[in-house]
């Protein structure tokens, strides 16, 4: 089989972005760890590019080197990442819940040394946009037109690797190249404006030369609109700033728990029915 995009009807792929929370907070309730709502906050985007039509892919041959590339540079995230890989058919959804267990290739941050179709180890935040630009170089020399999609959060943006590679994209005219910051205002510590505020992203990373654009990211045909233009810019880089909220999807629940950064852990047992219950 070679490689090819998943395009599902609209209907289909909110019912989707359904199935990948219900995953997202099954898993992580289940390890009892992980990061569940900086998952959230990044599902329409990589809904969209797994089932969207954009993310050309066959899991039966991960490493084909005319496939397209989704690098996920906030690790802390790779549950949204390990649902979408399940749902496209990587492996069985029931490897799900073996999320950061003993043994298990499903690791805390990704690992492409445990689970084909991984591109990038990740977690150590700051070098996923140099790797993609790495994929990106590469296919151009090669001849090959993979597209190369790398996700950010927003407080990863203060590190410094980030902007050097904006910088050597924009000098090598990298329009395979595509950076999505899941901007949804927070980090480990607190708020991203209240860390390092580096906004507006979009006027920073166009001033190096990139194209850009800043959407509402967990508007799902916000996300189609703006992978749709990204796609079609063939002279330079392209950056979607995706401003979402942590979380998305059981907001009121975070509310109640007076906790809406809710960063690294995982709702409780009974926060877990309540959210299932939320989703529908």
């Given at each position: ?86 749902e496209r058919g990587y492996f069985a959804a029931e ?18 040394k445990r689970l084909p179709g991984i591109e990038a ?134 509310e109640e728990e007076g906790d809406l950064n809710y ?18």
């Amino acid at each position: 089989m070679a490689v090819e995009a998943i395009q599902l009807g609209n209907d289909e792929l909110r019912d989707k972005a359904r199935t990948l929370r219900q995953h997202i907070i099954r898993m992580t309730t289940e390890a009892a760890s992980g990061h569940p709502t900086s998952s959230l906050s990044a599902v329409e985007v990589v809904n969209a590019l797994f089932f969207g039509g954009y993310l050309r892919l066959d899991p039966a041959a991960p490493a084909d080197p005319a496939r397209d590339r989704f690098i996920l540079s906030k690790g802390h995230a790779v549950p949204v990442l390990y649902a979408a890989m399940s749902e496209r058919g990587y492996f069985a959804a029931e490897e799900l819940l073996t999320l950061r267990k003993l043994g298990s290739p499903l690791e805390g941050h990704p690992n492409m040394k445990r689970l084909p179709g991984i591109e990038a180890s990740t977690g150590s935040l700051g070098q996923g946009l140099s790797i993609g630009l790495g994929h990106a170089l590469a296919a151009k020399v090669d001849g090959r037109d993979s597209h190369v999609y790398v996700m950010t959060g927003d407080g990863e943006m203060g590190e410094g690797q980030v902007w050097e590679a904006i910088a050597a994209a924009a000098k090598y005219q990298t329009a395979n190249l595509t950076l999505i910051v899941d901007q949804n205002g927070y980090q480990q510590t607190g708020a991203t404006g209240d860390v390092l505020d580096l906004t507006p992203f979009a006027d920073r990373i166009g001033s190096f030369g990139w194209h850009t654009q800043t959407i509402s990211g967990n508007d799902q045909d916000e996300v189609l609109a703006a992978l749709k233009t990204a796609r079609e810019v063939t002279d330079r880089p392209t950056a979607i700033v995706s401003r979402t909220q942590k979380g998305y999807g059981i907001l009121p629940l975070l509310e109640e728990e007076g906790d809406l950064n809710y960063h690294g852990k995982p709702l409780s047992a009974d926060l877990e029915q309540k959210a299932l219950a939320l989703l529908g």
